[in-house]
């Protein structure tokens, strides 16, 4: 059973574009990180929300926490060719545990 | 502070053989976790490990197990392999239940690939 879905699954833009992944789950989560992996390596954390309603910005990406803390949106602002990678959402079930849930990842490539 | 190291980075066994995969966590962190990443199921939750004690385990059958060490670095073992084990397996490390968010820092992987 998957618990956390994302889309879409791939996304091809133009530079200068804006851009929203969404992550959903049935299940409420303690908190919930946003990665980016290159290929051939680890994910890269990006961001981590926990409180419900939470929004936070890293340069040109937003990130929110739904109210319920059961899903999840990036937004990217006028995107660029080093944005290209694999987004990736993840949630904690627990405090607890660091046993993290992962979406299912959305591609992402930005042509100049 | 280093990162999370993982070696090998690259492995190539047969079917049958059994494998070890070694992680050190960053400096001061004393929990790891294991994930295994495929094209087709994405990123799944092999185990997590905290102060040498398995505290979680994933959906993933006996010939996978795992260990923790009193400085914090793990292994990862992989019996009789099948050609289906063939992925890219992460190690993830926190500070432990004192961060309170759950936030992990991920290894480059260990690309294994079953022959």
């Known amino acids: 059973t998957q618990l956390l879905e994302q889309s879409p699954q791939f996304l091809s833009i133009q530079e200068g574009e804006n851009l929203t992944v969404y992550c959903n789950s049935s299940?409420?989560?303690?908190?919930l990180q946003w990665y980016r992996q290159e290929p051939g390596e680890g994910p890269v954390l990006l961001v981590t929300?926990?409180?419900?309603?939470e929004v936070k910005k890293l340069k040109r990406l937003t990130f929110q926490f739904g109210d319920a803390r059961k899903d999840s949106s990036l937004h990217i602002t006028a995107a660029q060719p080093g944005d290209t990678g694999l987004y990736l959402c993840?949630?904690?079930?627990?405090?607890?545990?660091?046993?993290?849930?992962f979406g299912t990842g959305t591609r992402l490539q930005v042509f100049p | 502070k280093a990162g999370v190291t993982q070696t090998p980075r690259y492995l190539i066994k047969t079917r049958g053989q059994q494998v070890t995969l070694s992680c050190s966590p960053i400096?001061?962190?004393?929990?790891v976790s294991w994930y295994q990443q495929t094209p087709g199921q994405g990123l799944q939750f092999l185990f997590e490990?905290?102060?040498?004690?398995?505290?979680n385990k994933g959906n993933f059958p006996g010939r996978f197990s795992g260990r923790q060490f009193s400085n914090s670095r793990s292994e990862m073992n992989v019996s009789t392999l099948e050609l289906g084990d063939s992925a890219l397996y992460l190690c993830?490390?926190?500070?432990?239940?004192?961060?309170?968010?759950?936030?992990?820092?991920f290894g480059p992987g260990t690309r294994l690939t079953v022959l």
């Open positions: 993830a490390s926190s500070p432990g239940r004192t961060s309170g968010s759950n936030e992990q820092f």
């Open positions: 299940s409420v989560f303690s908190s």
């Open positions: 929300v926990v409180t419900g309603g």
């Open positions: 993840a949630g904690a079930l627990s405090y607890n545990t660091d046993k993290l849930i």
């Open positions: 400096s001061g962190h004393r929990s």
């Open positions: 490990y905290f102060s040498e004690t398995q505290r």
